[in-house]
Every structure is written in structure tokens, then in C-alpha cells.
């Protein structure tokens, strides 16, 4: 299969990193890596990231802003471990609501327990659910996010309309996903880092190179940013942008069911 990134027009619904799977093959080898690296989530994402997710985290809740009025409804899809919601949850200084779903067991498991060890259990429900299958009524949350999630979806397409059926009109939604890099130089350093370094540290902190191996390869694939917003501009919304953090390493895109 091509190493190359997928576009607008899709590719991702069989591609398992670098691997051409058959249709329907994907969701299961997907959810195999997460129940692997559930309790290494944070880990995980620092391996990737350099630590900087959590930097990149608070800027998306800084970006959605929750109001500080109760009422006020977010899903967190594929947020198992509870990451977003609880970063959510504490901007709105505990008056938001949160929905966090996520196809994995394992995550979710995690997250629940956090949630408990933070006292906010009464503020967030965990759902155990398909991103492409959405099991809410029309019209229920006023914003949307997904963290590093998006791109192990494997139509991501239907995960998006499902997401702008599932809002409010006015209703945002928020996307954090590694991107391609901007940057000269820094793409290839970053390159060499994720397929050199990733594998061989999960491997030896975690026990486990072939997620790692996975994750790395997703990220190569994914769309970057102009053709995953226009992706996310062909589910329906509106006033798409963008921020890039680190160079492109990350981006933001947010949109808005008008």
C-alpha cells in the first residue's frame, strides 16, 4: 500500500497504517492496539507528542471555551481514558455536562475510574459506542470533540456527518489530530523520530512496538490539514479553520453546525 497521506476523496477506511486491510477489518485491529495500550494512554501519547499534547489539550478547551452555566452538553468522542471531558468539565467549573464515548472497553474503564478519583463521576457519563453509529437523538450536544481520535475512524466521513447530526444548530465541533508537518527541517526530524524512536520505546517502556508501530504509520496517512477541513466542510459546517501547534506536528480544526 502507498505510504502516501489519504485525501478529501478518502482511503483511510482500509488502510491499517501502511497496510491495505479488507472492508470491515479495520474497527477490530484498531481496537486491539487500544485495549493493548489503555493503561498506557498518557504514555502513549507523550511518546508521540514529546509531552506536548497536554499543552495542546488545554489550548483546544481554551478554544471551545465551555460557558459556565449548567445545561450546557459536550460528547468527547473516542476520549475513553476522559483526557478532554474532565479538562471540559473544570473550565465550565463543574457546570458542564459531559458525554464521553469510545468503541473501547478498556479505555472507557479507565476513564471511569478516573473520573470517581476526581469527584466529578456526577458531571460525565461514559458510553460505549461506535463514532459511525452515534446512539443519541438528533439535536442533543452543543459541541463536538475528538482528540487524536479521528484517524483511527475508518469512515471518517460518517463519523463527521454523524457528528453534525448529533449537534445543535450553533452547535461546534472541535477537532485535535496530528497533522503534516509545516516546517522544513523539522518534518524530517519528526519523521525520523515517530518511525526510529516510537516503536522501540513502546517496545521496551510498554512491551509493545507493533501499536506503536501502528500509531505512527495512521498519523503518515491521515489527511492533512486543508483536506481534512475540507472534509469536514462536505459533513455540512461552516466558518472552518484551523490552528496549527508545533509547526504542524498537531492541528485544531474547528467547525460549526449554522
Known sequence: MSEQRTTATGGMETAYGFRE?????????VNDVFHKVANR????????????????KDAMVAWLNPP???????????????????????????????????????ML???RDRAEQRGIAQHIDFVEANAEELP?????????????????VPRI???????????????RLLCLEFSEVQMPLLDKAYEAWSFNAIPRIGEMVAGEGEPYRYLVESIAKFPNQENFGAMIRKAGFDRVTWRDYSGGIAALHSGWKL
Do not use: C
Open 41 to 56: 494512554y498518557d504514555l502513549m501519547n507523550d511518546l508521540m507528542s514529546g509531552g506536548l499534547h497536554r499543552l495542546w
Open 68 to 106: 459556565r452555566r449548567p445545561g450546557w452538553r459536550v460528547l468527547d468522542v473516542a476520549g475513553g481514558t476522559g483526557d478532554i471531558a474532565f479538562r471540559i468539565i473544570e473550565a465550565s467549573r463543574r457546570n458542564a455536562h459531559a458525554t464521553v464515548l469510545d468503541i473501547n472497553g478498556s
Open 136 to 152: 443519541f437523538e438528533d439535536r442533543t450536544f452543543d459541541a463536538y470533540t475528538i482528540a487524536f481520535g479521528i484517524r483511527n
Open 157 to 171: 466521513d460518517v463519523a463527521l456527518a454523524e457528528a453534525f447530526r448529533v449537534l445543535k444548530p450553533g452547535g
Open 109 to 111: 474503564a479507565v476513564g
Open 21 to 29: 486491510v479488507g472492508a470491515g477489518e479495520k474497527q477490530g485491529l
